[in-house]
């Protein structure tokens, strides 16, 4: 059987019409319905303003077409620049390069394609952040004057620096998993998830 181009993606748009409601097609993007179709834009005076997102179907498009890991596009073309080229000719999202679309990309790649492993690697940043908090507090050997609890103080925050340093490769292992070759998106997480009550904010 000859297979067809793009049949392996999660959500099967390549032969449907761009015309087509994809919320429709689709009823469990509905919940992200308000995520992906406004965005807000901040002015220099601090003033915030709302829009809506003009060809919210074809940014989904782009997105499928650019982001889902079985997509056709990441055999076709290793370059991500060229890939978000062709990206937007098959989903006849012109927008592609403006700012917002960054955010959208984000959340897309987080919250629907990879949500499972995004709420474990929030949960595995707050763990680090505690491990990591522990480990500040200073031994005071001068208060420590039974040997056997020194050597357990030390032992304890050995077994942190240990604990600290598997969930620092389970990171990098489930960062690859979520964001493959993305570095624009890498940086985003970089930039926006930088204590543990942003990487909260972001997820619950």
């Known amino acids: 059987m000859t297979r067809q181009p793009f049949e392996n993606l999660k959500y099967r748009i390549h032969n449907i019409p761009k015309s087509a409601d994809l919320f429709e097609e689709f009823p469990e993007l509905k919940k992200h319905r308000e995520n992906l179709t406004k965005y807000v834009v901040k002015e220099e005076d601090g003033e915030v303003t709302e ?121 990098d292992a489930l960062e690859s998993e979520i964001f493959s070759d993305n570095d624009d998106l890498k940086n985003v997480a970089n930039d926006l998830l930088t204590t543990p009550e942003k990487i909260a904010a972001a997820y619950y």
């Open 51 to 171: 829009f809506e997102v003009a060809n919210v179907n074809g940014l989904i498009r782009y997105l499928i077409y650019l982001y889902d890991s079985k997509s056709d596009l990441i055999r076709q073309e290793p370059e991500i620049s060229d890939r978000k080229k062709k990206a937007s000719e098959l989903s006849g999202f012109t927008d592609f390069e403006e700012e917002y679309v960054l955010g959208k990309a984000f959340y897309f790649l987080t919250r629907v394609f990879n949500d499972r492993k995004f709420r474990e690697w929030c949960t595995m940043q707050q763990e680090l952040e505690e491990k990591q908090q522990a480990r500040w507090k200073p031994i005071n050997e001068d208060d420590t004057k039974d040997q056997k609890q020194l050597m357990e103080a030390h032992e304890k925050k050995g077994k942190l620096r240990d604990q600290a340093m598997a969930i620092h490769k389970a990171l």
